[in-house]
């Protein structure tokens, strides 16, 4: 079946730890995102991806890194400089947007939880 | 950074009543987007609307893009117990098609009693 894998479900993170987070898609969807969601509130986004080795910082960017070496994967890294790393992370992905005006919908992956020891 | 106010923040009600909840902004949008999330798990896409005064459904559900391209809303018909979850709306600003880019409402909770 086609879809968004993130894992793993949860995440704990020691003080001054990086951690990595995986999400892979068989979608063949060129563009990728990660957002964050605390509680009470929408999602946020942390950084985005139209292509493959390419990528550019979201609304909340600082603390946390990124990569996009292959289509289908873009792994999210919470750095030890992101101060209040506690959150649910969700990664979408959506097929090119291109230059035309085509607004494909994001579709996203179960979430990562993500806590601190 | 832009926002949508997206309300009501929650609602509790009978199983059979309808709900009806709403997003509105200062911007203008070209696409509108509806999701639902369960606990635990990510958004699921309920409905994308894509041209000012499209009304859409699916199913139970019907959802609106406001004729000032500023507004989108939701309605559930006769809802049942599994309907409970958090409803959010979504909007791609004017301009921003070319990144995909999304601004989220904050959700509505909806509890649906038996």
């Known amino acids: 079946d086609g879809g968004i894998t993130q894992s793993p479900k949860y995440l704990f993170r020691k003080e001054g730890q990086n951690v990595t987070l995986s999400c892979e898609q068989n979608l063949n969807h060129d563009a990728m995102y990660w957002y964050r969601q605390d509680p009470g509130q929408g999602l946020r986004l942390i950084y985005y991806?139209?292509?493959?080795?390419?990528?550019q910082k979201g609304d909340i960017a600082e603390g946390y890194s990124v990569s996009r070496e292959k289509k289908e994967s873009f792994p999210l890294t919470v750095t030890s400089a992101q101060k209040n790393p506690t959150a649910f992370y969700l990664c979408?992905?959506?097929?090119?947007?291109?230059?035309?005006?085509?607004?494909?919908?994001?579709?996203f992956g179960d979430g990562t939880r993500l806590s601190i020891l | 950074g832009q926002q949508l106010n997206q309300s009501p923040q929650s609602m509790f009600i009978q199983e059979g009543e309808d709900v009806s909840m709403n997003c509105t902004s200062s911007s203008i949008f070209n696409t509108w987007l509806w999701y639902k999330q369960e606990p635990g798990e990510g958004p699921v896409l309920l409905i994308a609307l894509y041209k000012a005064g499209e009304l859409t459904s699916n199913g139970r559900l019907t959802a609106q893009f406001g004729i000032t391209r500023k507004d989108s809303f939701l309605n559930i018909s006769a809802s049942i117990p599994s309907d409970v979850g958090i409803y959010f709306c979504?909007?791609?600003?004017?301009?921003?098609?070319?990144?995909?880019?999304?601004?989220f409402g904050q959700g509505t909770t909806l509890q649906v009693k038996p």
């Open positions: 991806s139209q292509i493959v080795n390419d990528f």
């Open positions: 979408a992905s959506s097929i090119s947007q291109g230059r035309r005006n085509s607004n494909q919908p994001q579709h």
């Open positions: 979504a909007g791609q600003l004017r301009g921003s098609s070319n990144t995909g880019k999304l601004i």
